[in-house]
C-alpha cells in the first residue's frame, strides 16, 4: 500500500534483483518504494537452474516467495506500474508513471533488465528461453548430450561452440549465411566434427515452444532439440539515459565497484549492468546494490 509519495529509495525494476535489492534495504529500515510492471525477461523460461535451493524451480513460484519475504518488511512499499519519467529534483530524483502518480526519493536503483533483440525468424520468438537459449550454465545440463545447434559466427561464434562442446558433441555451427571462421578455426571445429552450416535459415519448427527442427531457405533442414544464441539486447529502460549514465562498450550500465552509475545518487543491479545474465547474479548485485545504498545515506547522515 502506498501512503506517501516521498521515500529514502526507490527501486525501479521488482524482478529478482530490484526484490533483494528490496529486502536488504528493508532490513536496514530505509523506507523503499519498488516500482514494478510485470513483466520479467524470464518469464517464457519454464524452470530456472544453478541458483543454489531454487535448482529447477519455476521463475514465477521464485518471485512469488521473494515478494512474499520482502512484503514482510514494513518500509518496503509496492507501485505495479511503468516509470516513464525521472528528473532530478533539489538533492533527490522525481519519478513519474504512465498513470501520471509522482514519487520522489533520495536515491534509485535501476534493477530494470535489458531487452533482447532476436532475430526476425519464423518461430524463433515462442522458443526464446525454452528451448532456444543463451546459457549453458542455466539450462546445458537438460539438454546434454543432445543434437544441438548455435547461432553464431566468427571469433565470439568460435568460443560459444568451445564452451558448448562441454555439454554435448552432437553439435553443429550454424552462421545463417557465409562463414566468418579462419581457415584456423574451421579446421579445429572440423577436427572436433563440429559442422558448420552457411545455409541461410528460414524457420524454426516448435511445439508450443519446443524446436524440432530447424528449416532452410533451400528447403533442407536438420533436426535439433536444443539451440543456443547470445542474443544482442539494448537496455530494457530508458531512464537511465534520460538521466545521463553512462553505458559500457557492451550496452550496459557502466557502475564502479559500489554499483554506482556515473550520476551521482543512481545505483544499478542485475541484468542491466552483469554480462553474465542469471537469476543467482541478479540476486547477488541486487543483494550488494541494496547495502552499498544504506552505505551512501548512513555517510550522507554523519556530515
Not at 545447434?149 to 560459444?160: H, P, R, S
Amino acid at each position: 500500500m502506498i501512503h506517501n509519495n516521498t521515500y529514502e529509495v526507490i527501486i525501479i525494476g521488482g524482478s529478482y534483483s530490484g526484490l533483494s535489492a528490496a529486502m536488504s534495504l528493508g532490513r536496514s529500515l530505509r523506507q523503499v518504494l519498488v516500482i514494478d510492471s510485470g513483466l520479467p525477461c524470464n518469464r517464457q523460461t519454464p524452470n530456472s537452474h544453478n541458483f543454489i535451493t531454487h535448482d529447477g524451480e519455476k521463475p514465477a513460484v521464485i518471485s512469488a516467495k521473494a515478494l512474499m519475504q520482502v512484503d514482510f518488511y514494513d518500509t518496503v512499499h509496492f507501485y505495479n506500474g511503468l516509470a516513464i519519467k525521472t528528473v532530478e529534483a533539489g538533492e533527490g530524483f522525481e519519478i513519474e508513471t504512465q498513470s501520471g502518480d509522482v514519487f520522489i526519493s533520495k536515491k534509485i536503483l535501476f534493477a530494470t533488465g535489458v531487452r533482447d533483440l532476436l532475430p526476425k525468424i519464423d518461430g524463433f520468438e515462442e522458443c526464446w528461453g525454452i528451448s532456444i537459449l543463451h546459457c549453458p550454465y542455466c539450462h546445458g545440463y537438460e539438454v546434454k548430450k543432445e543434437k544441438t545447434a548455435i547461432i553464431a559466427n566468427g571469433d565470439l561464434g568460435f568460443e560459444y561452440a568451445k564452451l558448448i562442446s562441454n555439454w554435448t558433441t552432437d553439435l553443429r555451427i550454424l552462421t545463417n549465411g557465409k562463414s566468418a571462421f579462419t581457415l584456423e578455426q574451421s579446421k579445429i571445429l572440423q577436427e572436433h566434427k563440429i559442422q558448420i552450416v552457411e545455409d541461410e535459415i528460414a524457420v524454426v519448427k516448435q511445439e508450443n515452444g519446443y524446436v524440432q527442427h530447424i528449416v532452410f531457405k533451400n528447403q533442407s533442414k536438420i533436426e535439433v532439440k536444443a539451440i543456443y544464441f547470445r542474443s544482442p539486447f539494448e537496455q530494457h529502460c530508458p531512464l537511465p539515459g534520460s538521466l545521463g549514465c553512462e553505458l559500457t562498450e557492451q550496452g550496459l550500465l557502466k557502475v564502479d565497484a559500489l554499483q554506482k552509475t556515473t550520476i551521482p545518487g543512481v545505483f544499478a543491479s542485475g541484468d542491466c549492468h552483469i554480462q553474465a545474465r542469471s537469476v543467482a547474479m541478479a540476486v547477488s548485485s541486487g543483494s550488494f546494490a541494496g547495502a552499498s545504498i544504506n552505505k551512501e545515506l548512513i555517510d550522507e547522515s554523519f556530515v
